[in-house]
């Protein structure tokens, strides 16, 4: 089901992109993932982190950021897709100080803040990993804004729509990742950006 809810992310995320006005644009550099053609603003968002902090997106403006929806308990694509995010940090050096990852829960109700850190500490996640959480209520619209499906299945299994978006210091998408990306692709096109 994952590449069907990826196709329909995309459709979902491209229409939401193309609600906002878009922000003048240089030459397209060559990124290794799927480029999104007209490079537009996400919808804004704040959730709380694993630390109790307000991360908002449209607040990471300046900073590279990578999006992606993941839950806790999951043993196959999410601690997969976490562990590529963070090496693609750890590829980047020092300058992963300009990079912000944000991981928006698909499991508001195992997704608790014990949980979390045991996922952090489990996979050796860096600072610039923010696992964020809510309600149901809270997150219900933010996924329905980026084109993510969560259905809770038998025991802790969550059937999810899983993508990695690559946000440029604009704040615009440029890149949909989906959970084969690997850590260099991902670091490459961060320094792409990071070089603009």
Partial sequence: MERASLKRAAAALAAALALVAPAAAAGPPR????????????????????????????????????LTFLYTHCIDVCPLTAARLNGALHLLGRARSRVRVLAVSVDPKADTPRSVQAFIRLHRLL???????????????????????????AGDHVDHTLYTLLIDRAGR???????????????????LLLAR
Avoid: C, M
């Fill in 173 to 191: 998408g440029r890149v949909l990742y989906d959970s084969t990306a690997t850590s260099s692709e991902v670091a490459h096109d961060v320094r």
């Fill in 31 to 66: 990124f290794d993932g799927p480029t999104i053609q007209n490079p537009r603003r996400p919808p804004d968002f704040a959730l709380f982190d694993q630390q109790g902090h307000r991360d908002e997106l449209y607040a990471l403006r300046g900073k590279v950021v990578l």
């Fill in 127 to 153: 600072p610039q990993i923010r696992y964020l959480t809510g309600t149901r209520r809270i997150l219900a619209p933010i996924w329905q804004a980026f084109g993510v499906e969560s259905t809770a299945q």
